[in-house]
């Protein structure tokens, strides 16, 4: 069974950096076709892709947010970690990681933490 | 990057009903089309991919279609449990996964 977990800081201010954890289970980064992203919905508002991580370490990220987004991963550890620096109160969102199977190049999105909400305040 | 735009934001059928949303790109996108549905506060689910399968364990009353820049997903009868909100995701322009704007569909 493949399970996703976000964690980290329910409140940050604005100017600081949020860092975001996803632990799973149930399936390995290390596998051909394996990739973690990070999405995130703004109250009331719409999905919005940030980043990924791919099993051979391929990176990418958001054309408007990649100057403040990183995302790394701990294989060993079945984590995924994503920083976003600079953050500010649009930034408030529920955070949610994905597991994404690579399928004949097409992304299926297809097990999902429950998010992680984070609000932006001061 | 290519915009999705999704009709209608809103939608109020009974059940039973044919239910059609559409999601139009801003450019071609062949077939390289996602179907969310996510309920209130819960994560979206994949539904549909490359335009037109169906995800494993999805109800065949779900269904996509489509290609190029014009996609319609429909759910042929309406069961209270579909009350959600369905979202259209592209990957043509990889990996910038850009989503639709939501069609929030409830029960009449």
């Known amino acids: 069974q493949v399970t996703l977990r976000e964690s980290g800081p329910a409140l940050v201010k604005p100017t600081q950096t949020l860092t975001l954890t996803c632990t799973f289970s149930?399936?390995?980064?290390?596998?051909?076709?394996?990739?973690v992203s990070w999405i995130r919905q703004p109250p009331g508002k719409a999905l919005e892709w940030l980043a990924r991580?791919?099993?051979?370490?391929?990176?990418y990220y958001s054309t408007s947010l990649k100057t403040r987004l990183t995302i790394s991963k701990v294989t060993s550890e079945n984590k995924v970690v994503l920083k976003m620096t600079n953050m500010d109160p649009v930034d408030t969102a529920t955070y949610f990681c994905?597991?994404?199977?690579?399928?004949?190049?097409?992304?299926?999105?297809?097990?999902w933490g429950q998010g992680a909400l984070v609000t932006v305040s001061s | 990057d290519i915009q999705m735009t999704q009709s209608p934001p809103s939608l109020s059928a009974s059940v039973g009903d044919r239910v059609t949303i559409t999601c139009q790109a801003s450019?071609?996108?062949?077939?390289?089309l996602n179907w969310f549905q996510q309920k209130p506060g819960k994560a979206p689910k994949l539904l549909i991919y490359?335009?037109?399968n169906l995800q494993t364990g999805v109800p065949s009353r779900f269904s996509g279609s489509g290609s190029g820049t014009h996609f319609t997903f429909t759910i042929s009868s309406l069961q209270p449990e579909d009350i959600a909100t369905y979202y259209c995701q592209q990957y043509d322009d990889r990996p910038m996964y850009t989503f639709g704007q939501g069609t929030k569909l409830e029960i009449k």
């Open positions: 149930g399936f390995s980064l290390n596998t051909f076709g394996m990739c």
């Open positions: 490359d335009a037109s």
């Open positions: 994905a597991r994404v199977q690579m399928v004949a190049g097409s992304p299926l999105f297809d097990s």
């Open positions: 991580i791919d099993w051979d370490d391929d990176t």
């Open positions: 450019q071609d996108i062949v077939n390289y």
